[in-house]
């Protein structure tokens, strides 16, 4: 599946943005989908995540209560909602789907066979 992320700016710190990813040649609804991080220098980080069974989303400690990952299946879209940012939230933003990802590897990007090209997310404190 192709996916194509968009939504990221620049934001002062305590404001909000709202990244966008579609999907094209591959319904979502097939898909483990997930957002993770990269800032230059370190290793991509898993941001949320959330299964094609349904049931809960997985984040990352230090968004939860701030970020919110939801899947449109219909739109065939997965969309992170980002409030309260803050300037250690700045990196490129990836939106990752995997089609026969398991449970223990939901953070892992090695799990996940299709990549978005990045959307870069600032926040200026």
């Known amino acids: 599946v192709q996916l194509q992320a968009s939504g990221g700016g620049l934001v002062q710190a305590g404001g909000s943005l709202k990244l966008s990813c579609v999907a094209s040649?591959?319904?979502?609804?097939?898909?483990?989908l997930a957002w993770f991080r990269q800032v230059p220098g370190k290793e991509r980080e898993f941001v949320a995540g959330?299964?094609?069974?349904?049931?809960?989303?997985y984040y990352l400690d230090s968004v939860k209560g701030r970020f919110t990952i939801s899947r449109d299946n219909a739109k065939n879209t997965v969309v992170l909602q980002m409030n309260s940012l803050k300037s250690e939230d700045t990196a490129v933003y990836y939106c990752a789907a995997g089609l026969r990802l398991i449970l223990s590897n939901i953070r892992n990007p090695r799990g996940y066979d299709d990549w978005g090209q990045g959307t870069q997310v600032t926040v200026s404190s």
């Open positions: 959330t299964r094609k069974s349904g049931g809960r989303e």
């Open positions: 040649g591959g319904a979502v609804s097939r898909y483990d």
